[in-house]
């Protein structure tokens, strides 16, 4: 419910600054935090039964097939874990990229919920608008990281 009335230019452009500064914020909160709440073993961060170990991902979605599209936030911020590419694949490593991975799953749905603050100064339309620009630019990046994770997963059980 909007409670601040602005002139439609201001919002707009409180809109444009907002969000870059939302997704910062949760990405910054996500790092800060101890390696300890992102274990793939974690209910939020496990494969559940109808995601087939990912397939549903590739059969469904087909992120194989533009997953490499997807930009790599921790290639932008300066302590972040890069996650396009893996290039050691020693136990240690897959286990530090599953913990980004499930670090990165969190920083885009925390990025989703906050599309309702733009209905204090806007609208009611544009929180529908918010929600979708919102699911539209996360829900790729989180599909990724749940397609990723149970191969990863699979290969250290092999190891």
């Known amino acids: ?61 087909k992120v194989h097939r533009w997953k490499k599209l997807l930009p790599d936030g921790g290639a932008v911020i300066k302590s972040g874990y890069k996650k396009k590419s893996i290039e050691n694949f020693s136990k240690t490593c897959l286990n530090k990229f599953l913990i980004e991975s499930c670090r990165a799953e969190m920083t885009h749905w925390l990025a989703i919920a906050p599309f309702w603050i733009f209905g204090l100064f806007a609208p009611l339309e544009v929180i529908y608008l918010m929600l979708i620009y919102a699911l539209g630019v996360n829900l790729p990046c989180i599909i990724a990281q749940r397609y990723n994770r149970p191969r990863i997963i699979k290969l250290l059980s092999k190891m």
């Open 1 to 61: 419910m909007q409670v601040i009335f602005l002139p439609k230019a201001i919002a707009i452009i409180l809109c444009f600054v907002l969000w870059p500064l939302l997704q910062v914020t949760a990405a910054l909160i996500c790092l800060k935090m101890p390696d300890k709440y992102f274990l793939p073993s974690f209910f939020l961060y496990r494969s559940h039964h109808w995601e087939n170990n990912g397939a549903i991902y590739k059969n469904i979605f």
